[in-house]
């Protein structure tokens, strides 16, 4: 992280892209979508835990797990799921 702030990468625009998303109502412990020609699904695998960096600076961290398929740009969302 020390690397991104010194080389100045910070604040520095990223390419604009569109991710859709397969709502979950009610779970924050799975997220779904496509991104870039890619199905990804995540799911936390523990409760988060506060860091502490320094007397100033801390934060929660969570863990997850990422399976990613690659399946094209021309696929949508709805026709994986079949809705």
């Known amino acids: 992280m020390a690397a991104w702030f010194a080389d100045g990468s910070v604040g520095v625009s990223a390419p ?3 991710d859709d998303y ?3 109502p009610g779970c924050s ?3 779904v979508k496509l991104r870039e020609g890619r199905f990804e699904v995540k799911v936390i695998t523990g409760e988060a835990v506060l860091v502490r960096w320094s007397d100033q600076v801390a934060g929660k961290r969570d863990t997850w797990v990422k399976w990613s398929r690659e399946i094209g740009e021309r696929h949508a969302l709805r026709e994986l799921t079949g809705g």
Do not use: Y
Request: hydrophobic share 35%; proline share 0%.
């Open 29 to 31: 412990t799975t997220s």
């Open 16 to 18: 604009k892209r569109t």
């Open 22 to 24: 397969l709502l979950l």
